[in-house]
């Protein structure tokens, strides 16, 4: 009687190959790359002019700033967005030179997360118990630096504690003042916007890690992120 073994032997391995091509077809005809681990990281500026400001039919209190303006340095900011609308962590961060006194170090930037407020004071005129005057300075007014984004767009807003219609007729009068500028005026608005994936995050935690998601060294040393 022939043998059946070298035949048989044929026959699988033809279906083994058979069966991993199969399997090479249907991997890249549905593979989609798994973003649950990766944390998105993207660098951009506004230009501090380039701003929309509030319309007197409107917001009398509120300018933005609108991401299809900024300036991308790192990052894809559209794929943070994208990700960022569908349950993500989200956090942004500006430099800190713009909103405080605060001089870094040179080539290194210091992150402060948003939002943020800060105050403006003015000189009021007030009087002593012997007739006489002097100026003390008061807080006349706050701004505020917000951000709201959805699967498209992220918009970075300016508010006011006060209406623009108590300084002038022209918004820009007040919003060229209070928009986030360094001590000397130059430069443009640097922001740094940090997504973590849900999972990535809620696996962090349960591993027993405590992040201050406001603290940027915190959650650059728990997620291995630039400086």
Not at 61 to 90: I, M, N, P, W
């Amino acid at each position: 009687m022939p043998s059946l073994r070298a035949p048989l032997s044929a026959t699988v391995a033809a279906l083994a190959v058979l069966g991993l091509g199969a399997c090479d077809s249907s991997y890249d005809d549905y593979y989609e790359e798994d973003t649950s681990l990766q944390v998105f990281v993207a660098d951009f500026s506004f230009d501090p002019d380039e701003y929309d400001p509030p319309r007197a039919d409107e917001d009398l209190k509120t300018a933005s700033f609108d991401s299809r303006d900024a300036t991308v340095t790192r990052g894809s900011l559209d794929d943070a967005l994208e990700l960022a609308g569908d349950g993500a962590l989200v956090m942004l961060y500006i430099d800190l030179e713009l909103v405080s006194a605060f001089d870094g170090a040179e080539g290194n930037t210091t992150w402060s997360a948003l939002p943020l407020s800060r105050s403006f004071e003015e000189l009021v005129l007030a009087t002593d118990g012997e007739g006489g005057t002097f100026e003390i300075p008061v807080v006349g007014y706050t701004a505020s630096y917000e951000y709201s984004f959805d699967n498209d767009d992220l918009y970075f807003d300016v508010v006011s504690s006060a209406p623009y219609t108590d300084f002038s007729d022209d918004p820009r009068v007040l919003f060229d003042f209070i928009v986030p500028q360094r001590v000397d005026g130059s430069g443009d608005i640097d922001l740094r916007l940090v997504v973590i994936p849900d999972e990535l995050y809620y696996t962090n935690a349960r591993a027993g890690a405590r992040i201050d998601l406001r603290d940027y060294e915190a959650v650059k040393a728990a997620y291995n992120l630039p400086d």
